[in-house]
């Protein structure tokens, strides 16, 4: 598997281009009653699921699994990689981009097209967006990455993170967030069947619709960087992990939300403890 690497909020790309009863305090909800919000009018009935603890001490672990830090409650890993023993288990999943250079994974219908055929990419991370129009199409890809979902409960992750929520602003207006929400909505029912919590990546514009899309809790990156941490708390109050890649961003994000939020500065890369290039600090 590829390794993910992070930072695709939007802002940041123009500007630079368990075992959950160990867990004090776990919040079981369902899709229609998610931190007090409704979930998607027309989601099937959910399981119970577990939203992670807020303010806990947080890992980023995509670019390569390794024993957490002392004190960490928390930690994201790619769906490939299995979840940590003891703690709050996040599966990454690049939901709306092909992995780079794996375009022959999907259907042809499946990626993103111009009216001339050819693919459209993201510019940043080369990666083929997925084509998520029509209905028709977001049952197809849904397909995939449920899937994918699937295979993250399966191996007992307590929530899931659907990656590049934003691709829709890489699109060249042929996607919409209309259609972003419409398909999101899809994971986050078939997520909630699964028992698993489901985290709104970056996107700081579409947080007042988690209603309607059923998203659980939010995974920010640099909304310290860009002062914009305060636009996820405003609709998912304290369940909001944030990651930082600077200095700058880490010191904002502690200075403004240390004391409510999870925060975590990692290395752009997010490579493994004891591989060249690794950071990890907290507030």
Same mark, same amino acid.
């Given at each position: ?12 790309? !123009?500007?630079? &281009?368990?075992?959950? *009863?160990?867990? *004090? ?9 998610? /931190?007090?919000? *409704?979930?998607? !009018? ?13 303010? &806990? ?7 390569? /699994? ?6 960490? @409650? ?19 999943? %690049? !939901?709306?981009?092909? #992995? ?6 999907? @259907? ?25 129009? $029509?209905?028709? @199409?977001? $049952? ?17 992750? #307590? ?17 919409? &967030? ?8 899809? +994971?986050? /029912?078939?997520?909630? #069947? ?7 990546? %970056? ?7 988690? !209603? ?5 809790? =939010?995974? =920010? ?31 904002? &994000? ?14 752009? %890369? ?8 690794? +950071?990890?600090?907290?507030?």
């Amino acid at each position: 598997m590829n390794t993910f690497l992070p930072g695709r909020s939007a802002r940041r790309l !123009a500007a630079v &281009a368990a075992t959950t *009863a160990a867990i *004090a305090g776990s919040l079981f909800l369902t899709s229609s009653a998610s /931190a007090g919000t *409704a979930g998607p !009018a027309n989601a099937p009935k959910s399981a119970a699921v577990t939203l992670p603890p807020t303010h &806990a001490n947080f890992d980023y672990q995509i670019g390569g /699994a390794y024993t957490p830090p002392t004190g960490v @409650k928390v930690v994201t890993r790619d769906h490939s990689a299995t979840p940590a023993p003891g703690l709050y288990n996040i599966c990454y999943v %690049n !939901a709306f981009q092909a #992995q780079k250079g794996a375009e022959g994974d999907w @259907k042809p219908g499946e990626l993103l097209r111009r009216d001339d055929g050819t693919v459209v990419y993201d510019g940043k991370w080369k990666e083929a967006l997925l084509d998520i129009r $029509t209905p028709e @199409k977001r $049952t197809s890809v849904a397909a995939k990455v449920n899937a994918l979902i699937d295979e993250c409960a399966g191996k007992g992750f #307590q929530a899931v993170e659907p990656d590049n929520y934003d691709s829709y602003t890489r699109s060249e207006d042929l996607i919409t &967030a209309e259609n972003a929400k419409a398909f999101v909505t899809l +994971l986050s /029912a078939h997520a909630h #069947q699964r028992g698993l919590a489901i985290a709104q990546k %970056n996107t700081s514009e579409l947080a007042p619709d988690r !209603a309607s899309t059923g998203l659980d809790f =939010a995974v =920010a990156e640099e909304c310290g960087q860009w002062n914009e941490c305060g636009e996820y708390t405003k609709s998912f109050g304290n369940n909001v992990i944030v990651i930082e890649y600077t200095a700058k961003g880490l010191n904002t &994000a502690c200075s403004q939300w240390g004391g409510k939020l999870s925060v975590v500065r990692r290395d752009l %890369n997010v490579v493994p403890a004891g591989s060249s290039g690794y +950071l990890r600090k907290t507030c």
